[in-house]
């Protein structure tokens, strides 16, 4: 096992006053409602990861990409330690 905090990526995405989530499936936090988003792969701008993340989860392609914060979110029970950005997103 590593032992350096992975980076992740969560994407709140908002139209017309609603926001899209979905719920996890096969990946920690199964079964949780939560905003598209993934991995920070290597070499890889934090808006980039935003627009391919979501992409990938949703079919949709996002602009207007912007930072909102950081967590350090430390999972003991999984032994998992994540910082994750939360950015925003429009369609």
């Known amino acids: 096992m590593e032992n350096r905090p992975k980076v992740g990526l969560g994407v ?3 139209k017309d006053g609603k926001v ?4 996890r499936k096969n990946t920690h936090g199964e079964g949780d409602w939560c905003f598209p988003g993934g991995h920070l792969e290597f070499n890889e701008t934090w808006e980039d990861c935003a627009i391919r993340e979501t992409k990938e989860e949703t079919g949709i392609k996002i602009k207007n990409i912007r930072f909102a914060t950081a ?3 430390i999972f003991k029970k999984e032994g998992k330690h994540y910082i994750t950005m939360n950015n925003g997103g429009r369609l």
Do not use: A, E, Q
Request: contains cysteine; proline residues 0%.
């Open 20 to 23: 899209l989530l979905g719920k």
């Open 12 to 14: 709140c995405i908002r």
């Open 71 to 73: 967590t350090n979110d």
